[in-house]
């Protein structure tokens, strides 16, 4: 199926690599390689034509390692010549050699790299097409120019193929080509052009879109879909009166249904708040928290405040622990207004699965005087994959649950609470990686210093030099003066590095060491 | 437990439905851009079920299919492609190398969950 | 009897200025352009924090001096080193990821000993890319004498650690190691091939001497080209400190090491998509192997 490259004795490669090469080393590269250049970059750069070209011809060589390094050697030379090698070179049986000319290919980039790659879109082997259809891709807005023509190939596969090019290209020129493929013959080339158009982002597709919901119904839920993602609030009404007939017809599609939901938080206005809310109860399962999406999306948008009905507690829940991080995000950003226990316990719970959300959570956790409670709780039961986050919260929160705690909370209470945050911290350390060491140390330092300095002093003994000078390396990061009381312990370890280290910490925080002068040395 | 499909295809709006109408029927969803994704997201999670496209980067639906069958630990998984391809030999082709069934894009939700239920009841 | 402190410093030793915007910017370029190591922004502190003590030690008036030293100073070669040292982050334990040590045991190394049967006695060149202290070299060492040496009595393995931080090599010459490293060995390993004392372990010496360790630069082109014809790559939890770019590179190079049929073996949570495209992925249940086909 592929062209056979031949070599200069006019043997076929593609007989030569049926042949089983047996597991030798391949010296041929190197000895070829070492008179044409030393490698080094400047001597790249500074390769003649000349030698350009003969690395060109290794590109038809016996050895696939050759060929793939000719390929590599290859990336900056944007000659018509080398262009066409490389591009037949993206045929060749081996991997490998395939990889290098493709990575080179998008090096040198530009309108000829794209017309030399193009037509392999309507290539008839799979692997071809697919490649060809990547790098295009990669090379942007050179592959336009190229690529417009397919748009109107007979062949409704290279036509998809050339739309889901461009609709990854993200660029709008192309548009006025791309509108008319909306009456396509064929349902899938027209399905990737609404698909494509929803990429692009254009406004100009609005009312094309419109019309193909009208007039396709297979095409309903990815004309919705795209009209999501363009994001123009001139699609609102449109939207939000498909949305009232579906949930009216009990025959709706889930997945229209599903779709319109997601499309309407993308571009829905106060009015979809109103009619979302009045069907938050109708709609079942799990579209309950796309619903909910929904509004917390759009009453972002149009600055509104939104209170949740108590009787929505369990879907806010619900949606804390969904697979979709956006889902979580508003479940996490509704539940803020429910300050019980068990909303609170659910927060802490989902701690650890991405940065935005752990800091939406731990901002309301703050204001929340039970959590620090709640939080020593869940890190005995295990912490989840939230560790990390809630030993930060502890160290950052103890003082205020303690000044909180006055006057409906004995003292003794408090400190047993606080002594078991110490405590469970303290038993993460030996599992821990050394991010989580650092946190870790800083927040023991916070719960209570004195017994800080006590279970570090512990932890210096340490048998690994190299533990012990990462442990030097926290201890200097932690805001409590008295850290540094340990590092001053290591200033006489038995290891040199360790010694530097805490010497270097110690200076560095403006800590005068004793000078000992030579003629004192006595026993 | 609830069995876990893992949904293969380079359109993000295909991953999306094909994802959608899979959760509304309580099964979990995991999804990947081509082949090669899939593969190495394979370790991470247990699949019960391949949903795979044909025309994907990187490592096309046949290569994947071959792939997985070379594998001891998947070469019972059952796989369905989803592809817009209507020749007969590719689907002939995607058969013989191990998919257990093929659906045509455009593809109904129906058709979907009916399949995926045929395999994982 | 502890030695009294030697080490003088004068008091009231000022801090020096703290790391800015710009000076971040250029240290990190300088990095990356030597190592292929990205630090993103959230990982100033470090940079920050590391380098610091460096300056103080050497008395130097900040970012930018240190700078000036590293591109222009007399020394300044050796002093590449020592930011290798600073930067450079040296987590590992023996038989880590295990997934991976079983899949080499049962069926990468069993395949390439029976290809290279055909052509003469087996012998396998392993080669652990940023080996840190050792223990990943040394766990393929383990692996052979324990489990491979009898089912294969004519392989012979030639195992390299190599690592660009000089320091971490120097401890893994030495092979005496604590608590943390060798928590994932059964006991058999640790009564048969450990020396104990002092409450470390010493690698008792036909285990040290199947390992040779050398300072090795992956994002160094002209070094990389020098290494040839290995048979499997680790490349394990080191690929995440690059950026996309310096990945790129350095998997492109580590497929130009291999010898046909060999398999690059990468972190447990890293991804070649994106990265690479001229592997062959070989996939198991609990890990994935890329081959040189």
Known sequence: MRPDLKDQ?????????????????????????????????????????????????????DDSDTRRMAAEDLSETDNLATISALTAALQDDNKGVRDAASRSLVSIGGISVARGIAHYIAHEDIVTRNLAAKLLMKLGDATIPALLPFLRDPNHDVRKFAVDIFGEIRSEEPIYYLLPLLKDA?????????????????????????????????????????LGKIAESGSSDFVLGKLRECIGDSECDAVLLYALLEALGAVG????????????????????????????QIAERCHEEVRFPESSRLLLLDALRDDTEAIRLSGAKALAQFKDEESTCAMLDALGSSEELDFLLLSEMFGRDAAFERAVELLEQGGGRGKQQLILFLGKTVDDFVR?????????VVSSVVARAFRIVSM??????????????????????????????????????????????????????RALDVVSRLLDDENELVREAAVSALQAKGVALGAAPMNDLTW | MSKTVLVVDDSATVRKFVAASLSLKGFR??????????????????FDLVITDLNMPDMDGFEFIKNLRETPEYAGIPIIILSSIVDQEEKDRGLQLGAYSYIEKPFSVEKVQREVARFLN | MTQPITVIAQPGLSSIPPLSDEMFILLREYIYDRTGIFFPEKKKYLLEGRLGKRIQFLRLDGYEEYLQ???????????????????????????????????????????????????????????????????????????????????FPALSVEIVGTD???SVLQTATKGSYGDYSVRNLAPQYLEKYFITGNGRFHLKDPVREMVTFQYHNLYDRGQMRMKRNFDIIMCRNVLIYFDMKSKIQVVAELYNNLNRGGYLLIGYSELLHGISSAFKIKSFAKTTAYKKE
């Open chain 1, 428 to 481: 993460e350390w030996h599992e821990s990686d050394q991010e989580t060491r650092s946190i870790i140390v800083e927040s023991l330092f916070r719960l209570d210093g004195d017994r800080a300095v006590e279970i570090m002093g512990q932890i210096i003994t340490e048998p690994d030099p190299w533990l012990r000078v990462q442990i030097i390396e926290l201890l200097s990061a932690v805001r409590d003066e």
């Open chain 1, 269 to 296: 206005t106060r009015e979809a708040l109103h009619v979302l809310f009045l069907h938050l109860d109708e709609v079942r399962g799990k579209l309950r928290s796309v619903v909910l999406h929904a509004i917390v």
């Open chain 1, 404 to 412: 909180a705690s006055e006057g409906y909370s004995t003292p003794e």
């Open chain 3, 164 to 166: 660009i931080n000089a």
């Open chain 1, 9 to 61: 004795k006019g043997n076929s490669a593609q007989t030569k690599s049926r042949r089983r090469e047996p597991h030798v080393e391949s010296k041929k590269y190197t000895t070829l390689w070492q008179p044409l250049t030393k490698f080094n970059e400047r001597a790249k750069n500074a390769m003649t034509i000349e030698s350009k070209q003969r690395i060109a011809t290794l590109l038809t060589h």
């Open chain 2, 29 to 46: 969803v995991i999804t990947a851009a081509d082949g090669m994704e899939a593969l190495e997201k394979m370790p991470q999670e247990k």
């Open chain 1, 186 to 226: 064929d349902a899938n080339v027209l399905l990737s052009t609404v698909e494509a158009l929803g990429n692009i982002g254009s406004p100009e597709a609005l009312d094309p879109l419109c019309k193909v919901y009208e007039t396709y119904p297979f095409a309903r839920a990815s004309t919705v879909e795209a």
């Open chain 3, 69 to 151: 030293l590293l591109k222009y100073g007399s020394k300044k070669e050796d002093e590449f080193d020592h930011l290798c040292e600073a930067v450079t982050i040296n987590e590992t334990f023996f038989y880590r990821n295990e997934p991976q040590f079983d899949v080499l045991e049962q069926v990468i190394i069993p395949e390439l000993v029976a290809a290279k049967q055909s052509v003469g006695p087996p012998k396998l060149r392993i080669w652990s890319a940023a080996c840190s202290t050792g223990e990943e070299p040394y766990t393929v060492a383990l692996l052979y004498l324990e489990k491979l040496r009898h089912r």
